[in-house]
């Protein structure tokens, strides 16, 4: 059971960005790595989870999931093991088989061991010392996959009860998995169920990442009852995001016995901050949470209303998912920068400027950022402008009020990102289509 905590009187989350590296990190690295918050695949393409939970420890048979999750759209499945210290051990060669099936259908596999779930409070649930043991277990299992494999170390790794320890033990968990040689980068799900209603993850995310010698750490909330409104989601990933810090929504559905989570919120808010999520989970609940099947009975052709809105609806993995590019094909590589910059003028006090950029393109579609900077003085808010010259149109934005009339767009700074200090940055992105050429427009920036 997950207890709810009211988010009144929760302490501030202490900013500790020190420990980050803000930019994106070399080309071709051996795997997944972590740069200024955001999660990037080896080719030092940015990479953002839209994807499903798999039963696979309990459902070994059901390997067909797989292809079916992947057909249906979704880039990264979370595959859930066990030890053996609760239900039956995923041999290294069943794990092995695992990230075979996973690479075959050019989808990011996290493993993760659920036998840690509720240590703490739920007899039998081990420690996440135990875990790293299984994980080291596997270590040849492991060693290059780099590129396709993230780790997580346990599932909800404590309840309700004796979480104090939960930073401690994620810190020495992750150096003896990197002195046992594991490169991967590492994921680390929250206390309280995985809902951290306590706080404990979000106030000490800075030192569990500080303490990973790789810097190569990505935190997971599980949003059930506890994230029932508006405001707590957006509070909390708003706080990681404000921190430099990565994090994904490891585990979500659209209602629970604990309460009646904001899926709307959490999949709009994601798409618009650049946030990975996996929902739970594609088929064989039980225990009275059957209805947050995806899929009936394994079937993709019989998805439930929970899949319909997971995978076909806003927000969902259809509309938003994007294969990771390691696996080549789609989407081609980013439109390298033009060869001469374009010239840079002072903007007059209390003015802006706006640069556009083609952040990534693929045959008819592309996604477009642009960055508003303060000029001399600061600004309380911006109004950016442009004409598409090719047909250009936009199907979606995110951190922006953007209208489009013809060909002329208009873009407005949302409440959160109109204040900007002398020289400071904000930026905002959005999604386009193209048919023939897709030039860079020229832009305007107006301040207010």
Same mark, same amino acid.
């Given at each position: ?328 094909? &789609? @989407? =081609? %590589? $980013? !439109? *390298? /920068? #033009?060869? &001469? @910059? =374009? %010239? $840079? !003028? *002072? /903007? #007059? ?5 706006? !640069? ?93």
């Amino acid at each position: 059971m997950k207890t709810r905590l009211s988010a009144a009187g929760a302490a501030l989350l202490a900013l500790l960005v020190a420990v980050l590296a803000f930019g994106q990190p070399a080309q071709a690295a051996a795997g997944f790595t972590v740069a200024g918050g955001k999660l990037y695949d080896a080719n030092g393409t940015e990479f953002i989870m839209r994807g499903v939970n798999h039963a696979h420890t309990w459902y070994p048979q059901q390997t067909s999931s797989f292809a079916d999750v992947k057909a249906l759209g979704a880039n990264t499945v979370r595959v859930v093991l066990s030890s053996g210290d609760r239900w039956t051990r995923n041999t290294n060669a069943d794990v092995a088989n695992v990230i075979s099936l996973c690479k075959a259908n050019r989808l990011i596999c996290v493993l993760e061991v659920h036998d840690t779930t509720g240590y703490g409070e739920q007899s039998g649930a081990i420690t996440l010392a135990r875990a790293v043991d299984y994980w080291l277990s596997l270590a040849d299992v492991l060693a290059g996959q780099e590129k396709y494999v993230i780790v997580n170390i346990g599932n909800e790794p404590y309840g309700n009860q004796n979480y104090a320890s939960w930073a401690t033990d994620n810190a020495n968990a992750i150096g003896r998995l990197r002195a046992g040689g594991l490169t991967h980068t590492i994921m680390v799900d929250a206390p309280n169920w995985g809902q951290d209603w306590s706080f404990t993850m979000r106030d000490n995310a800075a030192s569990v990442f500080a303490a990973d010698p790789a810097r190569n750490t990505v935190f997971s909330i599980h949003m059930y009852g506890v994230f029932d409104t508006a405001a707590e989601i957006t509070d909390y990933l708003g706080r990681f995001r404000a921190a430099g810090l990565p994090i994904v929504v490891g585990e979500f559905g659209f209602n629970h016995s604990d309460g009646d989570p904001d899926e709307d919120t959490i999949l709009a808010y994601s798409q618009a901050n650049g946030i990975g999520w996996l929902g739970w989970s594609w088929s064989g609940n039980g225990g009275g949470v059957e209805y947050l099947d995806l899929a009936t009975a394994f079937n993709p052709a019989n998805l439930t209303s929970w899949g319909q809105r997971l995978f076909n609806g806003a927000n969902g993995i259809r509309q938003t998912a994007r294969e990771a590019s390691v696996f080549g094909g &789609t @989407p =081609p %590589p $980013t !439109t *390298p /920068p #033009p060869t &001469t @910059p =374009p %010239p $840079t !003028t *002072p /903007p #007059p006090a209390g003015g802006c400027t706006a !640069t556009y950029t083609v952040a990534n393109q693929w045959q008819g579609g592309f996604q477009g950022e642009v960055r508003v900077t303060a000029g001399a003085t600061a600004i309380t808010g911006w109004t950016v402008r442009w004409t598409f010259a090719n047909g250009q149109s936009v199907s979606q934005s995110w951190n922006v009020t953007l209208t489009s009339s013809g060909a002329a767009v208009t873009a407005r700074n949302v409440d959160y990102n109109g204040r900007l200090a002398a020289g400071a940055s904000t930026s905002f992105g959005f999604i386009g289509g193209w048919n023939g050429s897709n030039a860079r427009p020229a832009v305007s920036c107006a301040a207010s």
